[in-house]
C-alpha cells in the first residue's frame, strides 16, 4: 500500500518530512499461508530447524525367542561377539530395512539370518503414549522369522503390501514371505535357471545382492548378482529368470534400483561403476526382438566423474571405490544418491550423468576404526520430501544427516561459493551429525513423518525423531 501514496509537497518555512522508513521483508512464513504452496526453496531453508531437532530417542534390543523355547540366531550371535573382546564376527547386524508404503510396518533383516517385521506405532508409542515401556519382547514385534543362512536384503512388494522378498549372500534364490501367514518358510521361491552366457560368469559367485519391484507390476522382480548380471522374474510364467541385463564379466553388483518410470535399471558394482539399462530397449534395436536379453545403455565410473572436479581433485588423490548402496530421491526424480566404501556419499544427476553433490567425512583409518566394521555394508536412505540423505558414519557411533538439496545453494554442491553464505536468505542446510550409542549400518525412514529408524552392527534398532518434552503448569 505505501508504494502508492504521494508525500504532500511541505509548505514554505516548513521542514521536509523525514524519509519514509524502509521497507520490510515479507515474512516468509506468512507468505507461504497466503501463496497457498510452499515451494523449494522455503522448505530447503525450514529443514535446517529439522537437521537440529534430530536426536536418539529410543533403542530395541534384538532379543527375541523361536517358537517361544529358545533364542534366536542373532541374539546368540551377539551374546557370543559380546564374549569375545579381542575379535568381531562380520555376521552380525542389521543388514537392511524398509517401511511398506503407509509407515505401518517396518521389515529388517539381520546377517544372523532373522526377518522381523514390527508395528511402528508400537515402536513409536513404547516411547511417546500411553504405556512407558514394552510389556516384554514378544509385543516388540508382528512377525520374526529365524533362517539358518545370513540375509542382506528386504523389500516390500509395492502391489503386495502383505509380501516380502529376501535374498542371502550365500544363496542365488529369492525368498517371499507372506506376513499374513505365521509359518517360518516361505511361501514362494524364486531361483535363478540356466544362462544364456555361462562363460561370462564364474560359478563361485552365485548369490543375489539385493532386490527391486516395478511399483506398477506386482509379478516382476528384479535382483542382482555377484556374478556380473541382473535378473528378472515373471511371476506369472515361471520361478526361474526370463531376462538377464549382462554387464563385464568382472563385475559383482552390491545394489539395483530402478528409476521412478519402472523403464529404466540401474545397478552398482564393487568396482565403483554404475550400469544402466533401458527395459524398452535403448540404443539396440535388437533388444526390441528378442525378451529375453537388453542391451546395456550406458556405464559410468564414479571414480571418473568425481576426477573431474577440480576443486577435489586439487585436495585429495581420487581411487576407485566399492559401490554400497543407491537410491533415488524420492522428492527429486533425477538425483540417484550413492555412497561408497571409503565413506563418501554424493548425488548422480541421472539427465546429465555428473555428479552434482559430495560429502567426504575423514577417512576411518583416521581415527583408528576397526576394519572389519568398516568393510561391513552400509545402507543409508533420503528423507521423503527434505532432500536430506541419512547414512551412517563409518567411524563414529553416529549418523550424517546431509543437505543434498538440488540447488546450488546446497552446502554439499560441488559448485557451491562460500560467498554466498553471509546472504540470510542463501544460507544451506548445514550438515548434521546426531551421536548415537552404535554404531549404524542400515536406514529407513517414514514415508509420511521425518522419524528414522536405523539397524546397528548389534542388530538393534535406534529410533531417531524429534525430542518431545512434557510442559508442566506452574500453576498446579
Known amino acids: 500500500m505505501d508504494k502508492f501514496l504521494v508525500a504532500a509537497a511541505p509548505h514554505s518555512g516548513e521542514e521536509l518530512a523525514p524519509p519514509p522508513p524502509p521497507r520490510r521483508h515479507r515474512w516468509r512464513r506468512i507468505a507461504v499461508e497466503l501463496d497457498g504452496r510452499i ?53 552380525e547386524g542389521i543388514s537392511a530395512m524398509e517401511f511398506d508404503k503407509k509407515g505401518i510396518y517396518l521389515a529388517s533383516v539381520t546377517l544372523s539370518g532373522c526377518l522381523t517385521v514390527h508395528d511402528f506405532e508400537i515402536l513409536y508409542c513404547s516411547k511417546y503414549g500411553p504405556s512407558c515401556s514394552l510389556q516384554d519382547d514378544s509385543s516388540n514385534y508382528l512377525l520374526h522369522i529365524s533362517n539358518p543362512m545370513p540375509l542382506n536384503a528386504v523389500r516390500w512388494n509395492p502391489g503386495n503390501q502383505d509380501e516380502i522378498a529376501c535374498t542371502s549372500s550365500q544363496s542365488d534364490k529369492v525368498l517371499l514371505f507372506d506376513i499374513g501367514y505365521v509359518s517360518s518358510a516361505p511361501t514362494e521361491v524364486l531361483q535363478k535357471g540356466k544362462s544364456k552366457f555361462p562363460a561370462l560368469y564364474s560359478g563361485s559367485r552365485k548369490s543375489l545382492s539385493d532386490i527391486a519391484f516395478t511399483s506398477d507390476d506386482k509379478s516382476r522382480i528384479f535382483a542382482s548378482g555377484l556374478d556380473g548380471a541382473v535378473y528378472m522374474w515373471d511371476r506369472r510364467s515361471s520361478k526361474t529368470h526370463c531376462l ?19 523403464r529404466t535399471m540401474f545397478g552398482a558394482t564393487k568396482n565403483g561403476t554404475i550400469h544402466i539399462w533401458d527395459l524398452r530397449g535403448g540404443r539396440a534395436s535388437a533388444a526390441f526382438q528378442s525378451h529375453n536379453e537388453v542391451q546395456q545403455l550406458a556405464s559410468v565410473k564414479v571414480s571418473t566423474l568425481l576426477d573431474k572436479i577440480a576443486s577435489l581433485k586439487e585436495q585429495t588423490n581420487i581411487v576407485s571405490s566399492p559401490i554400497l548402496s543407491i537410491d533415488f530421491n524420492p522428492s527429486c526424480s533425477y538425483q540417484l544418491g550413492f555412497h561408497l566404501d571409503d565413506g563418501w556419499s554424493g548425488v548422480l544427476n541421472v539427465t546429465n550423468l555428473s555428479v552434482t553433490h559430495l560429502h567426504c567425512p575423514p577417512p576411518a583409518w583416521l581415527e583408528g576404526t576397526d576394519l572389519v566394521l568398516q ?85 538393534s534398532l535406534l529410533m531417531l525423531s524429534q525430542k518431545q518434552e512434557a510442559i508442566r503448569n506452574p500453576e498446579s
Open 39 to 91: 515451494d523449494a526453496r522455503f522448505r530447503h531453508r525450514e529443514s535446517r530447524l529439522l537437521l537440529d531437532s534430530f536426536a536418539e530417542i529410543g533403542a530395541f534390543d534384538h532379543k527375541y525367542y523361536v517358537h517361544g523355547e529358545e533364542r534366536c540366531g542373532t541374539y546368540l550371535d551377539r551374546m557370543v561377539n559380546a564374549s569375545t573382546m579381542d575379535f568381531h564376527q562380520v555376521r
Open 244 to 262: 538377464e541385463l549382462m554387464s563385464s564379466p568382472e563385475s559383482q553388483f552390491n545394489t539395483v534400483k530402478l528409476g521412478v518410470d519402472n
Open 375 to 459: 568393510k561391513q555394508l552400509r545402507k543409508p536412505t533420503w528423507l521423503p520430501t527434505s532432500s536430506i540423505y541419512a547414512v551412517g558414519s563409518s567411524s563414529y557411533d553416529g549418523i550424517y544427516l546431509l543437505d543434498f538439496h538440488p540447488d546450488m545453494s546446497s552446502a554439499c554442491h560441488v559448485d557451491y561459493r562460500e560467498e554466498t553464505r553471509g546472504l540470510e536468505e542463501n544460507q544451506p542446510a548445514e550438515n548434521k551429525f546426531v551421536p548415537l550409542s552404535q554404531r549404524v549400518l542400515s536406514c529407513a525412514a517414514h514415508p509420511l513423518s521425518h522419524t528414522i529408524i536405523a539397524g546397528t552392527q548389534f542388530s
